[in-house]
């Protein structure tokens, strides 16, 4: 089962990527593992996309492609994977196609957290962060035991600037500039899958394996 995740930040794709590849045990793949992966073995794709990532640029799409390709080409991949944060974009989802369809392969799902813009404005600006020892926190799904401080260090908890309003606003108007056109791209292939991910997490859960099947 090959499937890719789609979802505004903070609509909690992430998180639900990660709930199904373990329950179907299959590898959850996201680009920034890749790079980190390449780089680190010191891989011939590693090494170029180091190049872009040390001047400070975004590693072109056909590179990032042939990595992805190369790790989804794996022994593990065999039974299936999760792509999570790939493709964001149309090129990118038509070099990821051109790619899998010379494998003689295709994705079999988009899935497609659909989260409103207010309620992830909302959900984001209710986290607090602990700078000193990294835990986080969120004023309604999980308070701190007392407030402003963290349980672990007994650190101020602060509202980060990824985390704030405005920010998050300008994230999500990328993301829909960008990456909602991928959306009607593989609504036209017939394998677009959305769901509610204004639910608990758990039902968000159940939703998905409920459409992708046991």
């Known amino acids: 089962m090959k499937i890719i995740m789609l979802g505004a930040p903070g609509a909690g794709k992430g998180t639900q990527a990660k709930k199904i590849a373990d329950y179907y045990h299959i590898p959850h793949i996201s680009t920034g593992d890749i790079f980190r992966a390449n780089i680190k073995n010191g891989t011939e794709l590693g090494k170029k996309a180091k190049e872009y990532m040390d001047q400070g640029l975004l590693v072109p799409d056909e590179l990032t492609c042939d990595l992805v390709t190369d790790r989804v080409a794996k022994e593990d991949c065999a039974n299936g994977y999760i792509l ?15 790619a899998l369809n010379a494998m003689g392969t295709d994705m079999d799902y988009a899935v497609n957290v659909d989260v409103p813009d207010a309620n992830i404005v909302n959900r984001m600006a209710g986290r607090r962060a602990c700078l000193n020892c990294g835990g986080t926190y969120h004023l309604e799904f999980l308070r701190p035991k007392t407030e402003g401080i963290c349980d672990t260090c007994g650190s101020e908890l602060v509202l980060r600037d990824d985390d704030k309003p405005e920010t998050v606003q300008k994230r999500l108007d990328v993301y829909h500039a960008q990456t909602q056109p991928l959306i009607d791209f593989y609504e036209n292939k017939g394998i677009l899958k959305t769901i509610d991910g204004t639910q608990e997490i758990d039902k968000v859960f159940a939703d998905i394996i409920q459409i992708l099947g046991e």
């Open 84 to 98: 999570d944060g790939f493709p964001r974009t149309i090129p990118q989802a038509e070099a990821l196609e051109r």
